[in-house]
T-cell receptor
Framework: GQQLNQSPQSMFIQEGEDVSMNCTSS?????WLWYKQDPGEGPVLLIA?????ELTSNGRLTAQFGITRKDSFLNISASIPSDVGIYFC?????????????FGTGTRLTIIP | DAGVIQSPRHEVTEMGQEVTLRCKPI?????LFWYRQTMMRGLELLIY????????DSGMPEDRFSAKMPNASFSTLKIQPSEPRDSAVYFC?????????????FGQGTRLTVV
């Protein structure tokens, strides 16, 4: 089956630093999604990408749909304490939007005081 | 909209008991997903429905797990009998069918502990 490798598994940064994380797939996806999960809550959608090469921003977050359609990147600029949490990538292989999402293993972001 | 609503938020039960988790998807969404999250295995898709019909249940661990969606606004995930290894957070998510892709919105989850 499809597998998503997400890296890094965890990050320890200082407030104000930029953050980069990525996901790679063993097969092609037609949609990439990035989610953030806070403790005790469900994942919340941050950014959705639908075209290879697409670059999309949501405030301090920027995500890109890799040109090969097998990878995606998420960048967070000028991190703040509320950015702490687990970030998940998710990919979908069907162009018709009727297929399940495959989730990455997550990147745990911690901000060091 | 209130978002995806799951109940209960927490469930503690004894091994062998039946457990029923409930989900109300976002109104108008036609796809519903049940996920299980553990530290060891991350987020695993158990089953998903489209227009109330189960499409893929290959993620359901075994026959002890069953899911139903009797109408567009309600779904249940049942475990009978429950075992300690079923302890996890169970998420329900829903999405609106779109030609360009599907954005799934998650509920807050049910934390199940089987003792």
């Amino acid at each position: 089956g499809q597998q998503l490798n997400q890296s890094p598994q965890s990050m320890f940064i200082q407030e104000g630093e930029d953050v980069s994380m990525n996901c790679t797939s063993s097969s092609i996806f037609n949609t990439w999604l990035w989610y953030k999960q806070d403790p005790g809550e469900g994942p919340v959608l941050l950014i959705a990408l639908y075209k290879a090469g697409e670059l999309t921003s949501n405030g301090r977050l920027t995500a890109q749909f890799g040109i090969t359609r097998k990878d995606s990147f998420l960048n967070i600029s000028a991190s703040i304490p509320s950015d702490v949490g687990i970030y998940f990538c998710a990919g979908q292989s069907s162009a018709f939007g009727n297929e399940k999402l495959t989730f990455g293993t997550g990147t745990r972001l911690t901000i060091i005081p | 909209d209130a978002g995806v609503i799951q109940s209960p938020r927490h469930e503690v039960t004894e091994m062998g008991q039946e457990v029923t988790l409930r989900c109300k998807p976002i109104s108008g969404h036609n796809s519903l997903f049940w996920y299980r999250q553990t530290m060891m295995r991350g987020l695993e898709l158990l089953i998903y429905f489209n227009n109330n019909v189960p499409i893929d249940d290959s993620g359901m661990p075994e026959d002890r797990f069953s899911a139903k969606m009797p109408n567009a606004s309600f779904s249940t995930l049942k475990i009978q009998p429950s075992e300690p290894r079923d302890s996890a957070v169970y998420f329900c998510a829903s999405s609106l069918f779109l030609n360009m892709g599907t954005e799934a919105f998650f509920g807050q989850g049910t934390r199940l502990t089987v003792v």
